[in-house]
């Protein structure tokens, strides 16, 4: 197996190249086996490198492991898939929450993971796209769904999880919801909400059940929408969400889809709404379409 591992230097608090060479040589011991490390600070520098592939030798590598968090996942599939390559990809978790590793079981322990790899233990992964970026965790909008880009890298290196705390608690005190218009699979509501998530797996943001009923391949993504309310309710919203009890709560719509159009309705717009996040990764503005594309990617899981 040849395989290849995309590193972003600063990603794990700046421990990125540290794990990515000792993920590396673990699976370099066995001679069958070699591995080569592709240390990439921006998304223009990993496509040209993902272009450079597709150019030479498109069959080259037969893993894909990317370093970081469910944004640095995000990146890398969106850039390989638009150079028409569909290596199987593995997530080494350096981000702040890790989501999306936390869903296929995958944790910090490099001989662990390189152990799946080299087992070769895959599993099929639906994707969205919206436009030409793809996303495989997550596409949402509003309160609490930004804390990844709006924080600078030596503010997440320094404090982690918390600068996602504090953003969240302080925007519990200034809320001017907005009204939306949801397209799903053709069934249309308008809203005025909080914040949406259209999710692939279960968690999102820390909270591992928001996604109670959410497939990794089942050629749908969940939508979950907190509509707008008090923040007592708000609070006891985000306890049964931590529970897995909101589903069929008052404030909450959740159904699922495979076509998705989200859209700002009346004359004000409320900048939290105006672009959508991907994976921790700032997206297009609304409105927005969202299409799944059902087992796009193969992954490597413990699941």
């Keep these: 197996m040849n395989v290849l591992i995309v590193c972003n230097p600063y990603s794990g608090r700046g421990k990125g190249v540290k794990f990515a060479k000792k993920i590396q040589n673990e699976i370099n011991k066995e001679k069958i086996h070699t591995a080569e490390i592709f240390l990439s600070e921006n998304i223009e520098e990993l496509g040209n490198f993902f272009t450079s592939i597709k150019n030479e030798n498109p069959k080259k590598f037969d893993a894909l492991i990317i370093l970081g968090g469910d944004g640095s996942l995000g990146i890398g599939v969106t850039q390989m898939l638009k150079n028409g390559l569909n290596i199987p990809v593995g997530i080494f978790p350096m981000g702040t929450v890790n989501d999306f590793a936390k869903q296929i079981g995958v944790k910090r322990n490099v001989k662990r993971f390189v152990k799946i790899v080299l087992a070769n233990k895959i599993k099929d992964c639906d994707v969205a796209k919206v436009g030409n970026e793809y996303a495989v965790n997550v596409v949402c909008g509003g309160y609490f769904t930004h804390g990844a880009n709006t924080y600078s890298r030596i503010a997440k290196k320094l404090f982690g999880k918390i600068t996602y705390y504090f953003k969240a608690f302080f925007n519990v005190f200034n809320l001017k919801p907005q009204k939306l218009r949801f397209e799903i699979d053709g069934d249309v509501f308008e809203e005025e909400v909080i914040m949406y998530l259209v999710l692939n797996s279960k968690s999102a943001g820390g909270f591992k059940q928001i996604g109670k009923q959410a497939k990794l391949n ?30 069929g709560k008052k404030s909450i719509l959740y159904q699922s889809g495979k076509n998705i159009k989200i ?37 490597f899981c413990n699941k």
């Design 218 to 247: 089942d050629g749908l993504f969940d939508v979950c929408v907190i509509k707008k309310c008090g923040i007592l309710k708000l609070i006891f919203t985000a306890l049964n969400i931590l529970r897995g009890k909101h589903i």
């Design 263 to 299: 859209q700002l309705i009346g004359e004000k717009e409320n900048p939290k709404f105006l672009n959508c996040d991907m994976d921790g990764n700032v997206g297009q503005k609304l409105p927005i379409e969202i299409n799944v594309h059902e087992k796009k990617i193969q992954v």
